[in-house]
C-alpha cells in the first residue's frame, strides 16, 4: 500500500523569496540531478491559513522506500549543500505520514 508524506517547512517571516530562491538555484535542481524527483507529487506555497509555508508531498510504495529515498537523498552532496543554505531561512519542519483512503482518487 503506498505511503503518502506530507512535509510542511515553516519559513521564517520575510525570507520566502530567499526560501524560493534556494530551491530554485539548487534544491530542486539537485532532486532532479539525482532522480530524487520521481516520488514527488507536488510542491506548494501557502496562500491562506498558515502563511510563510512550504508544502510538499510525496508518493511512496511503502515505507522501507521512504526510508531508501531519504536516506539516499540525504547523503547526496549537492542536495546537502541546498539543505545546509535553506536551514537557516527555516522556523520548523513538520512530517505527516497518509495513507489512501479506501476510496476516491490517488495521485
Given at each position: ?48 491559513g ?52 479506501p ?5
Amino acid at each position: 500500500m503506498a505511503v503518502y508524506e506530507l512535509r510542511t517547512y515553516q519559513v521564517v517571516v520575510g525570507k520566502m523569496k530567499d526560501a524560493v530562491s534556494a530551491y530554485n538555484d539548487k534544491g530542486w535542481p539537485a532532486l532532479q540531478k539525482g532522480g530524487y524527483d520521481k516520488k514527488l507529487v507536488g510542491y506548494f506555497i501557502s496562500d491562506t491559513g498558515g502563511l510563510h509555508q512550504i508544502i510538499h508531498l510525496w508518493k511512496f510504495d511503502d515505507d522501507a522506500d521512504r526510508r531508501n529515498h531519504w536516506d539516499s537523498l540525504f547523503s547526496n552532496d549537492d542536495f546537502m549543500s541546498f539543505a545546509g543554505e535553506l536551514r537557516p531561512l527555516l522556523l520548523s519542519q513538520q512530517n505527516q505520514l497518509l495513507n489512501a483512503a479506501p476510496w476516491g482518487p490517488h495521485p
